[in-house]
């Protein structure tokens, strides 16, 4: 895709964070493979707190174990972003030095966050009106043709709603309902991968 001049847009979940797969996709990100990534709060969320105190969801992303007060760090991870007045000006001011977001950020990956009701903080970035984050996910959709889904069934179930048929979808999780949803909602150029 990138070869012939198209883009490419990833919508991702928390997992990506959780079981450290960020690594790999801020390669994909660094090496030009990824120009929108279309997700909910929590991925920037986590993702930040995962590069302030190494954890995400509070469990030590190294050893595995829970942190004794690591259920915290994703509220002061949040915190700390607010003060900064959002992701950009966090990478900005120095604050906020690595992960998935400085990535996009440095690599001018345009990204939208679109929120939820259960949404802690919520970061700066989120947008919290829901009509007008389907509007930005479909502005960033506009010019894509090939949409990688990462762990995430609302947001990739809804991206695929909004694709014309000519787009290419990898779906990639671990729940089979996930990639059944999607063929089933009328997305059947779907390519499922349930791993």
Known sequence: IKASGGT?????????????GAAY???????GFVDVVLAGHA???HDVE????????????NTGKAIEGGHRH??????????????????EQGVLTSGLMYECIRHNVDYVLAGSIRDDGPLPDTI?????????????????????????????????????SWVKMVCVDINP???TKLADRGSSQTIGIVT
């Not at 509220?75 to 950009?88: F, Q, S, V």
């Open 8 to 20: 490419n847009g990833v919508v991702a979940g928390p997992l990506i964070v959780h079981t450290g």
């Open 25 to 31: 996709f801020q390669e994909l990100i660094r090496a």
């Open 43 to 45: 991925l920037a969320v």
């Open 50 to 61: 995962q590069a302030f105190f190494g954890t995400s969801l509070g469990v030590d992303m």
């Open 74 to 91: 994703h509220m002061r991870a949040i915190n700390t972003i607010c003060r900064a007045g959002g992701l950009r000006p966090a990478v």
């Open 128 to 164: 919290m009106d829901l009509r007008e984050a389907q509007d930005r996910y479909a502005d960033a959709l506009q010019d894509v043709r090939l949409v990688l889904a990462l762990s995430t069934m609302l947001h990739g179930i809804g991206v695929g709603n909004m694709l014309p």
């Open 177 to 179: 309902a996930v990639v």
